[in-house]
């Protein structure tokens, strides 16, 4: 499953889902738990500020973030670089409030300057969105940049880190990351099921006037449940998914123990030698300057006279490989192998290269195995 995500996951994960069940609503132990796995997840995303793990996937983090923070008719600054930029937007409309894009193609990276250009231009902007790895298009837009403008504009930035935690730097605190949304089943390697989202002091200061503004109209997606019920009186606002947490818990272990900077540098090798052997095959990367490509995922445009879901269904009975496809313009256009957490490891890596490129020839596209199989056991 050579996928950006779900990801393969560690049996270690497995078996962690296996324990004995707790209460989560009534058991002091349970409470414990909690707390130490926030302990972890915060060593891993770099930050202090509070964490959240929702019960849903990681999606449902982008939503509750738009949910609590934007009133009615409220300017948002949505960066969109890509398929999930542009979700941002669809979420600030559904919650009435008026996005204010700064788009760039799909195939670029977000530009610093012309983000702050638009700052410049808009008035009475409180909150920004953003995607860190746009998993689509195979590219890692510039955080760090993005969180220093946001910062110095006195904006809160919300942050789609969903695919790029755990598999790349990324600072939260440093950046100025206010709200930072994680998913359980991409480089963290854990089962889907779980948003993990850290909530600055700033943000939640901005969520309570919000609300005194216009009440937030949801429940289950209003992140200031959280703040009164369990930062303040210690009850979860809903019964929690226990077996999925301690799945999550293993899987942050497993990422601990190896530590986080051999983590980074684990991905960044086989990303490298993705990539060289997808152009030893005589394939062309996706981004449009190999620069833009994320370590997690890589975005491969698919040759002519190949068939996209041919292609998938081929490599996956034959060879026992699955890759992804694309959604929305891209789909039929760009293929991706997805190269991170449990998945980032050489002989997978090589084992999905093999099957690609041995699938390209069955299917009447010239290139050389022997070529690619060479060229990435030479950058591992």
């Keep these: 499953m050579f996928t950006p995500g779900p990801t393969e996951v560690h049996p270690r994960v497995l078996q ?65 670089s890509g398929i999930y930029g542009e979700g941002f937007a669809n979420f600030v409309q559904m919650y009435g409030g008026k996005p204010v894009i700064v788009k760039f193609p799909y195939d670029e990276i977000v530009k610093p300057e012309e983000v702050e250009r638009a700052l410049e231009k808009e008035k009475n902007i409180e909150v920004a969105t953003m995607v860190h790895c746009e998993t689509p298009s195979g590219t890692l837009n510039p955080l760090k940049e993005i969180g220093k403008i946001c910062n110095e504009y006195g904006i809160i930035l919300v942050t789609d880190a969903v695919s790029s935690v755990a598999g790349v730097p990324v600072e939260t ?92 540098e684990r991905h960044q090798k086989v990303a490298n030698s993705v990539r060289q052997a997808v152009k030893a095959m005589g394939l062309e990367l996706y981004p449009k300057e190999e620069d833009y490509c994320s370590d997690t995922v890589t975005a491969i445009k698919i040759p002519k006279g190949i068939e996209d879901e041919k292609l ?22 760009v293929i991706r192998l997805g190269h991170m957490g449990y998945n980032a490891y050489p002989h997978k890596a090589i084992h999905a290269i093999f099957a690609l490129s041995e699938s390209l020839k069955d299917l009447g596209f010239k290139t050389s195995t022997e070529d690619a199989v060479k060229t990435i056991k030479e950058h591992l």
């Excluded at 990351?177 to 991409?186: C, P, R």
């Excluded at 449940?225 to 942050?252: G, M, V």
């Excluded at 490599?315 to 694309?326: E, F, H, T």
Aim: aromatic share 10%; with cysteine; net charge positive.
């Design 16 to 80: 962690a889902m296996a324990r004995p069940l707790q209460n989560p609503d009534l058991d002091p132990d349970f409470y414990s738990f909690y707390d130490s796995l926030c302990e972890k997840i915060k060593k891993i995303m770099k930050t202090d500020n509070d964490v959240i793990l929702h019960s849903g996937e990681a999606i449902i983090g982008l939503e509750a973030a738009v949910a609590s923070l934007v009133s009615p008719d409220e300017k948002v600054l949505t960066i969109a």
């Design 173 to 264: 605190d440093k950046w100025h990351v206010d709200i930072n949304i994680v998913g359980s089943q991409k480089c963290i390697s854990a089962p889907p099921g779980i948003g993990i989202i850290s909530v600055s002091k700033k943000a939640w200061e901005k969520m309570e006037r919000r609300d005194q503004k216009s009440r937030i109209k949801s429940f289950y997606l209003n992140l200031l449940s959280w703040k009164r019920d369990w930062f303040q009186n210690r009850i979860f606002p809903y019964t929690h998914a226990a077996s999925l947490l301690y799945a999550l818990d293993e899987a942050c272990q497993i990422i601990l123990e190896e530590k986080i900077e051999k983590v980074y």
């Design 312 to 333: 998938r269904n081929h490599i996956l009975q034959k060879y026992g490989v699955m890759i992804a496809g694309n959604w929305g313009d891209l789909r039929g256009k």
